[in-house]
C-alpha cells in the first residue's frame, strides 16, 4: 500500500452509518482506526477536486472516477446535479439519527428508533439527521435538556402515533412528523 493511500483515506473518506441491522447499540463511535465500531464499515468518497488536479495527485482515484463515468455514473440523478459531479453535500455529522422506518413493536416497550452519534459519521437518505437546535434562534445557550435520556427511555411505542403506519406493522417517519413529538420541536430536523 502505497503512503498516498491513507492520507487519501483520511482527508476523503467520510464514515457513513449503516442498516440498523449491522448495528449492535443504538450509540455509534470510532474506533482506534477512526472507522464506525460497527460491524460493517461503510464510507463515502467526499472530495471536491477538480478532475486534473485528482489525475496529477490521485491516478488510482481518477481512474476510479473515469470507471464511473464510463457506467454513466455522472448521469444520474443526483450526481448530475453536483458540480464536480462526485462531490458530496457538504453536512455537519448530526448529534442523533433517526430511523426512517422501523416496524412496531408488539410487547410495547421503547424502540431502537433514535441512535445516538458519538462519531463523524453522516448518514445517507435511509437515516434521519436530528440536530440539536433551540427552536428560539435569538437562544445563545441551548436549555439543559437529557434529550438522549428521553430517546432512549422516556419514549415508548406511543410516538408511532405521530409516524404513518402501512400493512404489517410497518412505520415510516418524515421530518415534519417528528416535529409534531413534543421535545422534538425544540430539535433541527434534516
Given at each position: 500500500?502505497s503512503?498516498?493511500l491513507?492520507l487519501?483515506?483520511?482527508?476523503?473518506?467520510?464514515n457513513?452509518?449503516p442498516s440498523?441491522?449491522?448495528?449492535k447499540d443504538?450509540i455509534i463511535?470510532?474506533?482506534?482506526d477512526?472507522?464506525l465500531?460497527?460491524?460493517?464499515k461503510?464510507?463515502?468518497l467526499?472530495i471536491d477536486?477538480p478532475?486534473?488536479?485528482?489525475?496529477?495527485?490521485?491516478?488510482?482515484?481518477f481512474d476510479?472516477?473515469?470507471?464511473?463515468?464510463?457506467l454513466?455514473?455522472?448521469?444520474?440523478?443526483?450526481?448530475?446535479?453536483?458540480?464536480?459531479?462526485?462531490?458530496?453535500?457538504?453536512?455537519?455529522p448530526?448529534?442523533?439519527?433517526?430511523?426512517?422506518?422501523?416496524?412496531?413493536?408488539?410487547?410495547k416497550?421503547?424502540?431502537?428508533?433514535?441512535?445516538?452519534?458519538?462519531?463523524?459519521a453522516?448518514?445517507t437518505n435511509s437515516?434521519?439527521?436530528?440536530?440539536?437546535?433551540p427552536k428560539?434562534?435569538?437562544?445563545?445557550?441551548?436549555p439543559?435538556?437529557?434529550i438522549?435520556?428521553y430517546?432512549?427511555?422516556?419514549?415508548?411505542?406511543?410516538?408511532?402515533?405521530y409516524?404513518?403506519?402501512?400493512?404489517?406493522g410497518?412505520i415510516?417517519f418524515e421530518?415534519?412528523?417528528?416535529?409534531?413529538?413534543?421535545?422534538?420541536?425544540?430539535?433541527a430536523?434534516?
Amino acid at each position: 500500500m502505497s503512503l498516498i493511500l491513507p492520507l487519501l483515506l483520511r482527508l476523503y473518506l467520510r464514515n457513513i452509518v449503516p442498516s440498523s441491522r449491522y448495528l449492535k447499540d443504538n450509540i455509534i463511535e470510532l474506533d482506534d482506526d477512526g472507522y464506525l465500531k460497527t460491524e460493517r464499515k461503510l464510507v463515502l468518497l467526499d472530495i471536491d477536486l477538480p478532475m486534473d488536479i485528482i489525475k496529477q495527485k490521485y491516478s488510482k482515484l481518477f481512474d476510479y472516477l473515469k470507471y464511473g463515468e464510463e457506467l454513466g455514473i455522472h448521469k444520474k440523478y443526483l450526481a448530475s446535479r453536483r458540480s464536480p459531479w462526485y462531490s458530496q453535500e457538504k453536512r455537519q455529522p448530526p448529534a442523533y439519527f433517526v430511523r426512517y422506518m422501523t416496524r412496531e413493536k408488539s410487547d410495547k416497550s421503547s424502540h431502537m428508533l433514535f441512535i445516538k452519534n458519538n462519531s463523524d459519521a453522516v448518514a445517507t437518505n435511509s437515516y434521519l439527521m436530528l440536530y440539536e437546535k433551540p427552536k428560539d434562534p435569538k437562544l445563545t445557550v441551548r436549555p439543559n435538556l437529557n434529550i438522549w435520556n428521553y430517546f432512549t427511555q422516556g419514549i415508548s411505542t406511543d410516538l408511532y402515533r405521530y409516524g404513518r403506519t402501512y400493512g404489517g406493522g410497518l412505520i415510516k417517519f418524515e421530518p415534519k412528523e417528528l416535529l409534531k413529538i413534543p421535545l422534538a420541536a425544540n430539535l433541527a430536523i434534516l
